[in-house]
């Protein structure tokens, strides 16, 4: 009898001794970004000497990994201060016009915000990061899947849908606001049916291939619209089908 309570101790003694190793907490190292330098310095020399202001655009732009829009042939050129092709004819739009246009749209945290021509999806990440809810429509339905796919992948909340976005998004109105990236010849009169009063419309408007101006209006009180000129832009032109690839 002594001797099992003698084995039945050593055994307990032992069990109490084992070390159980209690997980060491090591931080997730945050992904090396080869780009983050480049990326400051496109807000730095490009954007800001612009005069673009509103600090929740250019902290967008100092986050958002443009890198991962362009084509993997376009990778260098991510951070250089012009369009850059992404197939189907269509471009990535200039860093200065995604930062422009978006403090133009004068958004509030939590904004609800059509886009028109989803292309790449940068410009819906930048909202998307600024704290919006955002829906973006692409008319090239290989361009919207490609896009949406992106855009889940690097964690942005964005409902896309491929279809013509000259009828915009009725489900989902009203809008805050209103940010068309390709150019109509005319203001697509759905568009201003889906903003809410005080709502604004950013879009890009003249001849197909031509420069054409930039236009902010506003939703005023009675349904009347105030236009302000922006500048002149050159975007791809708004079309009614999907052009082939
Ligand atoms: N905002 C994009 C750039 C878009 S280029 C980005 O950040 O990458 C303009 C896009 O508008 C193109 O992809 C083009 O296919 C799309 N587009 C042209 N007409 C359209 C329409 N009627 N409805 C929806 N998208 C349209």
Not at 224 to 241: H, K, Y
Request: net charge negative; aromatic share 8%.
């Amino acid at each position: 009898m002594r001797w099992l309570a003698c084995v039945m101790l050593i055994v307990w003694l032992s069990a109490c001794s084992t070390v159980t190793p209690t997980p060491v907490a090591t931080p997730l190292a945050a992904p090396f970004d080869q780009f983050a330098e480049e990326r400051e310095r496109m807000v730095d020399d490009q954007i800001i000497p612009q005069d673009v202001t509103d600090p929740t655009v250019l902290q967008a732009m100092r986050r958002v990994p443009r890198h991962e829009f362009v084509p993997p042939e376009y990778l260098g050129q991510s951070y250089e201060n012009h369009p850059l092709p992404i197939g189907y004819g269509q471009t990535i739009s200039q860093p200065f016009i995604v930062a422009y246009m978006s403090e133009n749209l004068e958004l509030k945290p939590g904004d609800r915000v059509l886009e028109i021509g989803t292309g790449s999806g940068y410009q819906a990440a930048i909202l998307a990061d600024m704290g919006m809810e955002v829906y973006s429509i692409e008319i090239v339905p290989e361009l919207a899947a490609e896009a949406e796919a992106r855009l889940k992948r690097l964690g942005y909340e964005v409902q896309v849908r491929a279809a013509d976005g000259y009828y915009g998004w009725p489900e989902a109105a009203p809008f805050d606001a209103i940010i068309v990236t390709a150019a109509p010849d005319h203001v697509p009169q759905p568009l201003i049916e889906q903003l809410k009063p005080g709502g604004q419309l950013v879009v890009p408007i003249g001849p197909v291939g031509a420069i054409q101006t930039l236009w902010q209006f506003t939703l005023e009180a009675g349904d009347q619209l105030t236009a302000r000129n922006l500048g002149e832009v050159r975007f791809v032109p708004f079309t009614r089908s999907a052009p082939s690839p």
